[in-house]
């Protein structure tokens, strides 16, 4: 345990996550693939190229199926921590060495489109579906198992996207951005929990300094444990970005610095949605924890 002085804070409703852990931490590494000549709208270029195609951004985006993802399992394969990846299912064709070691490792796939640059926000009903079902079907017949989870592509959806993530029994989403905790998400075609996602990723800071990263992610763990007991801390690298030395020597550190505390929960959203349903809740307010 750091020697640093932890309150010990309190929660009304007396639930911690299991083990009487504090915190729940989970790992998402985002595991993208473009369509052919197409790549992220972000790179690291920052000349202007005065209208041609960024050649060079493209094949900056395949550094993530490469490189980025092996260089990430390694070191949760070390500290012992099952990941989350979310990836699209095109990365079955493009990079199946990467979702072999990813299984052999006992990590998580959570589907995330066919292909990064076609969202699922943008479909029409009957696209959007018959999208939802091909990524799941990809995974499926590439790993003999069906993703419990969905990420929709830059976690934009519609509010027809629960109901064909339910109907495909998908069991826990990756996309709302007004929880905290867990909450049950309640359809026509099934129930599925909501997963609380960062807000805060690794490509904020293709700008800045890497440091930037280990800093916000340890002062945030640092306030929901020492004054949030039951709280959840989602980090999220972009295999192409946060697979790169010059910024995984930061994720690395903030490993190695978090395993330090002994009442910590690393986890995947499979086991949060796990173990919020059999608690049989149907969400947890912030209010009725410190009110």
Same mark, same amino acid.
């Given at each position: ?47 202007? !190229? ?14 993530? /199926?490469?490189?980025?993802? *092996? ?6 394969? &070390?500290?012992?921590?099952? /990941? +989350?990846?979310?990836?699209?299912? @095109? ?16 990590? =998580? ?8 640059? &076609? ?6 009903? #009957? ?8 990524? !799941? #079907? ?5 790993? /003999? ?6 990420? $929709?592509?830059?976690?934009? *959806? ?9 109907? =495909? ?10 929880? %905290?905790?867990?909450? @049950? ?5 099934? %129930? ?7 807000? *805060?990723?690794?490509?904020? !800071? !293709?700008?800045?300094?890497?440091? %930037? ?5 340890? %002062? +945030?763990?640092?306030?929901?444990? $020492?004054?949030?007991? @039951? ?30 505390? =002994? ?10 949605? #796990? ?6 809740? #149907?969400?947890?307010?912030?209010? $009725?924890?410190?009110?």
């Amino acid at each position: 345990m750091p020697q640093n002085k932890i309150a010990r804070g309190t929660n009304n409703i007396g639930l911690l996550w299991p083990n009487g852990k504090r915190i729940a931490v989970y790992v998402t590494g985002m595991l993208e693939v473009w369509s052919p000549g197409k790549g992220p709208e972000y790179t690291v270029q920052t000349t202007s !190229l005065h209208g041609a195609k960024d050649h060079g951004g493209i094949v900056w985006s395949t550094y993530g /199926g490469k490189i980025g993802v *092996f260089r990430i399992l390694r070191a949760l394969n &070390e500290f012992g921590i099952k /990941g +989350t990846f979310a990836a699209n299912g @095109m990365i079955t064709e493009a990079y199946p060495d990467a979702i072999a070691e990813i299984v052999k490792g006992g990590h =998580e796939i959570a589907a995330h489109g066919v292909w990064q640059d &076609e969202q699922i926000n943008t479909m029409s009903s #009957d696209e959007q579906q018959r999208t939802i079902k091909r990524t !799941l #079907d990809m995974f499926e017949k590439a790993t /003999g198992r069906r993703p419990a989870g969905w990420m $929709s592509q830059v976690l934009a *959806f519609n509010q027809e996207t629960p109901e064909f993530l339910a109907q =495909e029994g998908v069991r826990w989403w990756g996309d709302l951005k007004d929880i %905290d905790l867990p909450k @049950m998400v309640h359809t026509s075609r099934g %129930d599925l929990v909501a997963v609380p996602v960062s807000e *805060f990723t690794d490509n904020r !800071l !293709l700008r800045g300094t890497p440091n %930037d990263f280990f800093d916000i992610q340890k %002062d +945030t763990f640092d306030y929901l444990y $020492s004054h949030e007991p @039951m709280s959840v801390l989602n980090i999220i690298l972009h295999c192409q970005w946060g697979g790169r030395p010059l910024i995984f020597a930061q994720f690395r550190k903030l490993l190695e610095y978090i395993s330090q505390f =002994e009442d910590v929960w690393f986890t995947t959203p499979a086991e949060i949605a #796990d173990w919020f349903i059999g608690q049989g809740l #149907d969400g947890i307010s912030y209010r $009725s924890r410190y009110f």
